[in-house]
């Protein structure tokens, strides 16, 4: 819009009032609000926010600002997705979540997911099914440790 030419001196500094604004914005944000945005975009992408590392890091940010697991539950809508990269990614940041969060099994267990990823395990996708079986097999498995034997680890 600066580039239209104002003329008018009031324009031009909420203009610039504007534009400071939304850059401190855009820097305030951290790596876990991009990943609600991400959430609240339908379309889950691999990439940094979808490492195992990174889900370590921030895992308790599932719990959600009134700790009822809103961002958990957001994600767990993904595997129903269409985009099979969406669903892929969803089954493993659930698959991290279950193995970095205390009690994690549980807590998927109780959202009733064990039986949505053992459908998927069927899905025309091979990632999909990869990414549920790796997901299953941390909610099913005592620790993460015949994974970590064949190098599987995440």
Not at 65 to 80: G, P, T
Request: glycine share 6%; proline share 3%.
């Amino acid at each position: 819009m600066k580039t239209r030419g104002y003329t008018d001196p009031d324009i031009i500094d909420d203009l610039d009032f504007l534009e400071k604004r939304l850059q401190d914005i855009c820097n305030e944000m951290t790596s876990w609000d991009y990943y609600e945005n991400e959430l609240e975009s339908n379309k889950l992408k691999w990439g940094s926010l979808h490492t195992p590392k990174f889900l370590k890091e921030n895992v308790r940010c599932f719990e959600g600002r009134n700790l009822d697991f809103e961002v958990l539950k957001r994600l767990l809508v993904h595997i129903h997705s269409n985009d099979h990269e969406t669903c892929a990614v969803a089954c493993s940041d659930i698959g991290e979540f279950v193995r970095h969060y205390p009690n994690g099994k549980s807590i998927i267990t109780n959202f009733g997911v064990k039986d949505q990823l053992l459908d998927l395990i069927d899905h025309p996708s091979f990632d999909v099914q990869r990414e549920a079986l790796r997901c299953l097999s941390r909610i099913l498995l005592r620790n993460d440790s015949v994974m970590e034997m064949n190098g599987n680890s995440g």
